[in-house]
């Protein structure tokens, strides 16, 4: 089955099941076939047959979680060699089948404590585990053979019929192997409980979470089984709260070992907080705190892949040292790569970390998904910044071409038309004096018609661009616009110093705008104008007692002024409730300090 894999297939369900069942079966008529006199109590009993049940229920969930399969046939392999001594009562008359049950009566010993020597990676790596595997093997098996060829009736715990695979009745040898077997499997027991348990003292904290509650129950299992073996070896009855706290603590191996491969399994859903935490980018500061702690590992350090100087560097720019980006006894060196092969980073981290595969690919996902994310973020920010430079370049450009022709306008045109106009008032004047009334008229309605051409051609100019925002600033332009309105405005303009023209002209064109939407659309009899500099920025409120219901889309030239606002980094605000009249509301930043007045 492939680790890791959510649902059981049929054929392990169906194995649970049956294990189950022969265990219960097992339990039960062992009980029914004791004398009265001589069974257990129904407490230690039902107990006992827990314990099988126990190891089969994490079984199931070792086979949907686990690294390797082996950790799930340990444990069914248990609850088939979990053989109650009662039941020998049972099938004393087999004599073909007790002496089998008895030459693997402690093999569920040997697999839970295999059990244990592959905790958490589910497989043997390591020389001591492979040799305490082979060395329990070995004696399992001379234990085997010593029980079916030397075993006799009186040597199982019930009225056995005689035993047909006994070669020779040597109760010395036999005796020796029984008891040599037991002494054998409570030191090796012993021998994993100390090592796991100096392993857990040692070893760092990723490596204390990881072994989790597996050395304390192993250590409760392998004491308790030595005193037993010792009792045995001693032909005495072990005492009844021995006997329970081994069943306690054998039914703790199973659970700790799921509960050790649930956390570590956990911690790979903690990538997904990684990458919440490091979404918008990578800072390499943030990115190795937030790795230690997502991996409960203080000793983790992150080395960044320089291309300018060839070489690994750490989050403040020094270079790293050969000694730190190789891997040591204690740590492991995970490198991080982009699809193309380029290198981006070097994890250093703790060795125990190793063994959690799919965690470290998650982690090299998370690194190498938040430098792409960096990277883009980085991309659309310098994009969206040559948008906002270029469209403030696109209104720069425009105020200038606007004051072009309006200083065209003003020295070509409107200088000629005056021109014009004084020879048509000489003309005139001489057509008076020569007696010609009806020339002089003429030339008078010229003159007229050309002062209307004149005055609807300053109104042009200084729609395109008023002289007065030019010389006086928003503090004579404003007072003189809001006089040109039909509506009374009241006027509080304090721009202490002129602004940036670009600013000047922005906002002088939003409050015309405005000024011409309350006088066109309102139906206000009274309008306020106020222009602040507050804070680093230019605030513009105008106001209306009108009709309200105003909306940004009715028109374009709102728009226009809406986005002559946005290029210059400000904001605008409508509130308009019907019935309340109308408040606009700008924000401009002030880039730079004020120009002098």
Same mark, same amino acid.
């Given at each position: 089955?492939?680790?890791? @894999?959510e649902?059981?297939?049929?054929a392990?369900?169906?194995?649970l099941? !049956?294990?189950?069942?022969?265990s219960?079966?097992?339990?039960?008529t062992g009980?029914?076939?004791?004398p009265?006199?001589? /069974?257990?109590?129904v407490?230690?009993?039902t107990?006992?047959a827990v314990?099988p049940?126990?190891f089969?229920?994490?079984?199931?969930v070792?086979?949907r979680?686990? $690294?390797?399969?082996?950790?799930?046939?340990?444990?069914?392999t248990?609850?088939?060699?979990?053989?109650?001594q009662s039941?020998?009562?049972a099938i004393?008359?087999a004599?073909?089948l007790?002496?089998?049950?008895?030459?693997?009566?402690?093999g569920?010993a040997v697999?839970? %404590?295999?059990l244990v020597?592959?905790?958490?990676?589910g497989?043997l790596? &390591?020389?001591?585990?492979?040799w305490?595997?082979g060395?329990?093997?070995? *004696?399992?098996?001379?234990?085997?053979?010593?029980?079916?060829?030397?075993a %006799?009736?009186?040597?199982?715990?019930c009225?056995?019929? $005689?035993n047909?695979?006994?070669?020779?009745?040597?109760?010395?040898?036999?005796?020796?192997?029984?008891?040599?077997? @037991?002494l054998?499997?409570a030191?090796l027991? +012993?021998?994993?409980?100390v090592?796991?348990?100096?392993?857990?003292?040692?070893?760092?904290?990723?490596? /204390?979470?990881?072994a989790? +509650?597996m050395p304390?129950a192993?250590l409760?299992?392998?004491?308790t089984?030595a005193?037993?073996a010792?009792?045995y070896?001693?032909?005495t009855?072990?005492?009844?709260?021995?006997r329970?706290?081994?069943?306690?603590a054998?039914?703790s191996?199973?659970?700790?070992?799921?509960?050790?491969?649930?956390?570590? #399994?956990n911690?790979?859903g903690r990538?997904?907080?990684?990458?919440r935490?490091t979404?918008?980018?990578?800072?390499? %500061?943030?990115?190795?705190?937030?790795?230690?702690?997502?991996l409960r &590992?203080?000793?983790? @350090?992150v080395y960044?892949?320089?291309?300018?100087?060839?070489?690994?560097?750490?989050?403040?720019?020094?270079?790293?040292?050969?000694?730190?980006?190789?891997?040591?006894? *204690?740590?492991?060196?995970l490198?991080?790569?982009?699809?193309?092969?380029?290198?981006?980073a070097?994890?250093?981290?703790?060795?125990?970390?190793t063994? =959690?595969?799919?965690?470290?690919?998650?982690v090299?996902?998370a690194l190498?998904l938040?430098?792409?994310?960096? /990277?883009l973020?980085?991309?659309v920010?310098?994009?969206?910044?040559?948008?906002?430079?270029s469209?403030?370049?696109?209104?720069?450009?425009?105020v200038?071409?606007?004051? #072009?022709?309006e200083?065209d306008l003003?020295d070509?045109?409107?200088?000629?038309?005056?021109?014009?106009?004084?020879?048509? @008032?000489v003309?005139?004047?001489?057509?008076g004096?020569?007696?010609?009334?009806?020339?002089?008229? &003429?030339l008078?309605?010229?003159?007229?018609? +050309?002062?209307?051409?004149?005055?609807e051609l300053r109104?042009?100019?200084?729609?395109?661009?008023?002289?007065?925002l030019?010389?006086?600033?928003l503090?004579?332009?404003? $007072?003189?616009?809001a006089?040109r309105?039909p509506?009374?405005?009241?006027? &509080?303009?304090?721009?202490?110093?002129?602004?940036p023209?670009?600013?000047?002209s922005t906002a002088?064109?939003?409050?015309?705008?405005?000024?011409? =939407?309350? !006088?066109?659309?309102?139906?206000?009899?009274? *309008?306020?104008?106020?222009?602040?500099v507050?804070?680093?920025?230019l605030?513009i409120?105008?106001?209306?007692?009108?009709?309200?219901?105003?909306?940004?889309?009715?028109?374009s030239?709102?728009?226009g002024?809406?986005?002559?606002?946005?290029?210059?980094?400000g904001?605008?605000?409508?509130?308009?409730p019907?019935?309340?009249?109308t408040?606009v509301?700008?924000?401009? $930043?002030l880039?730079?300090?004020?120009?002098?007045?």
């Amino acid at each position: 089955m492939e680790p890791g @894999r959510e649902r059981l297939s049929p054929a392990q369900l169906a194995i649970l099941v !049956g294990v189950f069942v022969l265990s219960v079966v097992m339990e039960v008529t062992g009980f029914l076939a004791t004398p009265s006199a001589d /069974r257990e109590e129904v407490s230690y009993a039902t107990l006992h047959a827990v314990v099988p049940a126990v190891f089969l229920v994490c079984a199931g969930v070792a086979w949907r979680i686990g $690294p390797t399969p082996m950790p799930a046939r340990l444990m069914v392999t248990f609850a088939v060699l979990w053989i109650p001594q009662s039941f020998y009562q049972a099938i004393e008359q087999a004599g073909w089948l007790w002496p089998i049950l008895l030459g693997v009566d402690l093999g569920w010993a040997v697999a839970a %404590g295999i059990l244990v020597l592959v905790y958490p990676r589910g497989w043997l790596d &390591d020389a001591f585990d492979r040799w305490v595997a082979g060395i329990a093997l070995v *004696a399992s098996f001379v234990n085997l053979l010593g029980k079916i060829l030397l075993a %006799g009736p009186g040597d199982a715990p019930c009225e056995c019929a $005689p035993n047909p695979y006994q070669i020779a009745e040597l109760p010395g040898l036999y005796t020796f192997i029984d008891s040599g077997y @037991r002494l054998i499997g409570a030191a090796l027991l +012993l021998a994993i409980a100390v090592r796991l348990l100096v392993r857990w003292v040692r070893g760092s904290v990723p490596a /204390r979470i990881v072994a989790f +509650l597996m050395p304390l129950a192993i250590l409760i299992w392998g004491v308790t089984v030595a005193a037993q073996a010792v009792t045995y070896a001693a032909s005495t009855t072990a005492d009844m709260v021995l006997r329970t706290v081994s069943l306690f603590a054998m039914a703790s191996i199973p659970v700790s070992f799921v509960a050790g491969i649930s956390h570590t #399994r956990n911690l790979r859903g903690r990538v997904a907080d990684l990458m919440r935490i490091t979404r918008e980018g990578t800072d390499r %500061g943030l990115w190795a705190d937030s790795l230690a702690r997502v991996l409960r &590992d203080a000793s983790v @350090r992150v080395y960044w892949w320089d291309e300018e100087r060839g070489a690994y560097i750490d989050a403040d720019g020094e270079l790293a040292e050969p000694t730190d980006v190789e891997g040591r006894s *204690a740590h492991s060196i995970l490198p991080v790569s982009s699809p193309q092969g380029v290198p981006i980073a070097l994890i250093r981290h703790d060795r125990v970390l190793t063994e =959690n595969s799919r965690l470290l690919e998650g982690v090299s996902s998370a690194l190498r998904l938040s430098v792409d994310n960096g /990277r883009l973020r980085s991309e659309v920010e310098r994009t969206l910044q040559q948008v906002r430079d270029s469209r403030q370049r696109i209104v720069e450009a425009g105020v200038e071409a606007r004051r #072009r022709i309006e200083r065209d306008l003003h020295d070509g045109a409107q200088q000629q038309l005056v021109a014009l106009g004084m020879k048509l @008032r000489v003309a005139a004047n001489r057509a008076g004096q020569a007696g010609q009334p009806e020339l002089k008229a &003429d030339l008078e309605d010229a003159i007229a018609a +050309l002062n209307q051409g004149l005055r609807e051609l300053r109104e042009l100019a200084h729609g395109i661009h008023p002289s007065l925002l030019v010389t006086g600033g928003l503090t004579l332009a404003v $007072p003189e616009l809001a006089g040109r309105s039909p509506v009374p405005v009241e006027v &509080d303009v304090q721009a202490e110093g002129r602004l940036p023209e670009i600013i000047e002209s922005t906002a002088y064109f939003a409050i015309a705008e405005f000024l011409a =939407n309350v !006088g066109k659309h309102s139906h206000a009899t009274r *309008a306020w104008v106020r222009a602040h500099v507050l804070d680093g920025e230019l605030l513009i409120v105008v106001r209306d007692n009108g009709r309200g219901g105003a909306s940004l889309d009715a028109g374009s030239g709102v728009q226009g002024i809406v986005d002559r606002i946005d290029a210059v980094g400000g904001t605008l605000e409508l509130e308009s409730p019907a019935g309340a009249g109308t408040t606009v509301t700008v924000r401009i $930043p002030l880039r730079g300090s004020l120009l002098p007045a």
